[in-house]
């Protein structure tokens, strides 16, 4: 509480007045009145020792380009001290009093995490007088105390003062959690926020650098078999672990907490002594109905109730007699998965230990029965944000670029390899079909570029590099030299600032 101005600094602005204005004919008539009793002001420009309070008035209303905003004077020793600080703190008087102008230079007091918006002037201090500060809640709770809206307002009659609606820390408005920076539910599998430090504040590994191998037994899952191999013999190196991630790929998932195998809730692993992974701290949304888009392009973390293809197919459950073997992993609501559930989504599923169809899961897809065969199919997912997809432009913009380190989900344009050579069309289909599309012989499931698998923003019949089949590092092309057959193109990474908000629930 502000105490209430006495008749002695009615006075003194008073006098304030009175000497100025004899003093200098010229100076344009500023008012400053005495202020905070017993406090004056900490940002100091300059100080100086004045004949009187007047001359040091006078001092601050000639600065140049613009009258100072506050000053501190002390009668004992004239000390003058101006405040050219648009803003500034108080701090104990120390013997001087300060004056200011119909301003506010001191911050208003504010709601934490309520929204702000000006009246009457712009935000910038200082803030004139009746300058006013509005305050939204925008949690579906609203604020604590069931207002809607709160002010506060510069007043006009008591200069540096907030006058306020509400009573500060007896108001709270609650942290709006928006998806993906929060779970949708507790397990949170479906969480690809950016968090990367644990609850007790250390710092996550990279699940790629595998702190602790791939082998170990991880929070209450299953002792993991990683012996596949490719044709030749040569051991795929962690595709089961890769196989329990959200896209199948540890890299894009960086250091950030996740939630796979079977941890009660997002984690990581740290690299302390004694403790090799920790639960992290995601906050729950405010709203957990899943929205419905990706954040990803191959949506892994997809959990909206789209269930039917891009050609309009509808989705099969995904628990059929046929399929009941498969181990559905990375599946982001594995737990509602009943007779019923035939959502688009973009799980990892594998069959005695054999990549199924990795050649093919780079979007949400779903089984579709197609003349009695049972194929899958892709289901067109919108993204959450609107990106930026210039064709041909070579920004680094989705998809001119990849998201993910095997590139799996690029569909941009380019058409030549890393050394320069041009990319041949995927119909001519020049060396037969490559061995690690269908490494176990199921060509009955799918023709990559069939316009049924086609991927949601893919072209038919082009040259572009592409990463399809199961074992390729990142995307490639066939060439017309016949001992190379294909080359790696050199597709570029993200740039950095790279914006995953939600529109839909700003
Ligand atoms: C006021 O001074 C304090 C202490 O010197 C400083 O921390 C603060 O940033 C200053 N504020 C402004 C607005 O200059
Ligand atoms: C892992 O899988 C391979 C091949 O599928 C098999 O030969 C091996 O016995 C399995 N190891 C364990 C520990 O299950
Ligand atoms: C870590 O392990 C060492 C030796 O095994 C033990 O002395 C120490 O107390 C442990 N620290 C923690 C935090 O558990
Ligand atoms: C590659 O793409 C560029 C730009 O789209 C085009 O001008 C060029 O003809 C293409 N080259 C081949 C071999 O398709």
């Known amino acids: 509480m502000e105490p209430r101005r006495s008749l002695e600094d009615i006075l003194r602005i008073f006098l304030v007045f009175l000497l100025s204005?004899?003093?200098?004919?010229?100076?344009?008539?500023?008012?400053?009145l005495g202020v905070h009793p017993g406090q004056r002001y900490e940002n100091v420009s300059s100080e100086s020792q004045e004949l009187s309070l007047g001359m040091c008035t006078i001092n601050c209303v000639m600065q140049k380009p613009i009258p100072c905003y506050?000053?501190?004077?002390?009668?004992?020793?004239?000390?003058?001290?101006?405040?050219?600080?648009?803003?500034?703190?108080?701090?104990?008087?120390?013997?001087?009093?300060?004056?200011v102008q119909w301003l506010c230079l001191r911050e208003?007091?504010?709601?934490?995490?309520?929204?702000?918006?000006?009246?009457?002037?712009?935000?910038?201090?200082?803030?004139?007088?009746?300058?006013?500060?509005?305050?939204?809640?925008?949690?579906?709770?609203?604020?604590?105390?069931?207002?809607?809206l709160h002010t506060a307002e510069c007043a006009p009659l008591n200069p540096d003062s907030w006058c306020i609606s509400f009573r500060k820390e007896a108001v709270q408005c609650e942290k709006v959690h928006i998806y993906p920076e929060c779970r949708l539910t507790?397990?949170?599998?479906?969480?690809?926020?950016?968090?990367?430090?644990?609850?007790?504040?250390?710092?996550?590994?990279?699940?790629?650098?595998?702190?602790?191998?791939?082998?170990?037994?991880?929070p209450g899952g299953p002792h993991l078999n990683f012996s596949s191999s490719d044709p030749s013999g040569t051991p795929i190196i962690n595709l089961e672990f890769e196989g329990w991630f959200l896209n199948r790929d540890s890299w894009s998932h960086h250091n950030y907490c996740r939630n796979p195998f079977w941890g009660d809730r997002p984690w990581c692993f740290v690299s302390t002594p004694n403790i090799t992974?920790?639960?992290?701290?995601?906050?729950?949304?405010?709203?957990?109905?899943?929205?419905?888009?990706?954040?990803?392009?191959?949506?892994?973390?997809?959990m909206g109730r789209k269930d039917v293809t891009i050609l309009g197919y509808p989705c099969l459950p995904w628990r059929m007699e046929e399929y009941r073997y498969f181990i559905i992993r990375a599946f982001p609501d594995f737990d509602r998965i009943d007779a019923h559930h035939n959502f688009c989504r973009n799980p990892w599923m594998q069959k005695f230990n054999t990549?199924?169809?990795?050649?093919?899961?780079?979007?949400?897809?779903?089984?579709?029965?197609?003349?009695?065969?049972?194929?899958?199919?892709?289901?067109?997912?919108?993204?959450?944000?609107?990106?930026?997809?210039?064709?041909?432009?070579?920004?680094?913009?989705?998809?001119?670029?990849?998201?993910?380190?095997?590139g799996k989900e690029y569909v941009g344009s380019q058409n030549e390899t890393e050394t320069g050579k041009a990319?041949?069309?995927?119909?001519?289909?020049?060396?037969?079909?490559?061995?690690?599309?269908?490494?176990r012989g199921e060509k009955h499931f799918t023709k990559y570029f069939h316009p049924r698998n086609r991927l949601p923003g893919d072209k038919v019949g082009h040259n572009h590099c592409r990463n399809p089949g199961v074992f390729r590092e990142r995307?490639?092309?066939?060439?017309?030299?016949?001992?190379?057959?294909?080359?790696?193109?050199?597709?570029?990474?993200?740039?950095?600032?790279?914006d995953y908000s939600h529109p839909a629930l700003q």
């Open 355 to 406: 990549p199924y169809f990795t050649g093919v899961n780079m979007a949400p897809w779903c089984f579709i029965d197609v003349g009695n065969r049972i194929r899958p199919a892709y289901c067109d997912i919108p993204f959450c944000n609107k990106r930026v997809e210039d064709e041909g432009d070579r920004t680094g913009v989705y998809p001119e670029c990849r998201l993910s380190e095997k």
């Open 186 to 218: 507790e397990s949170g599998k479906e969480y690809v926020g950016k968090v990367s430090v644990t609850e007790s504040g250390r710092k996550c590994l990279k699940w790629r650098d595998y702190p602790y191998g791939t082998e170990d037994e991880y």
């Open 108 to 148: 208003y007091p504010t709601i934490e995490n309520a929204k702000v918006s000006f009246e009457g002037w712009n935000g910038k201090y200082p803030a004139p007088a009746r300058g006013i500060v509005k305050f939204r809640c925008e949690h579906p709770k609203g604020f604590s105390d069931g207002a809607l």
């Open 21 to 32: 204005s004899r003093g200098v004919a010229s100076v344009e008539l500023i008012p400053y």
């Open 423 to 439: 990319c041949l069309s995927w119909d001519l289909n020049p060396y037969g079909v490559p061995w690690d599309f269908f490494p």
């Open 475 to 498: 995307p490639w092309c066939f060439v017309s030299d016949i001992d190379t057959k294909w080359e790696y193109c050199d597709i570029p990474l993200p740039r950095p600032k790279f």
């Open 277 to 302: 992974w920790e639960y992290c701290n995601i906050p729950m949304c405010t709203d957990t109905v899943p929205p419905e888009c990706k954040v990803t392009q191959q949506g892994g973390e997809y």
């Open 70 to 99: 506050a000053f501190n004077y002390r009668e004992t020793d004239r000390s003058c001290q101006l405040i050219l600080n648009r803003m500034s703190r108080l701090v104990d008087a120390n013997g001087y009093w300060s004056y």
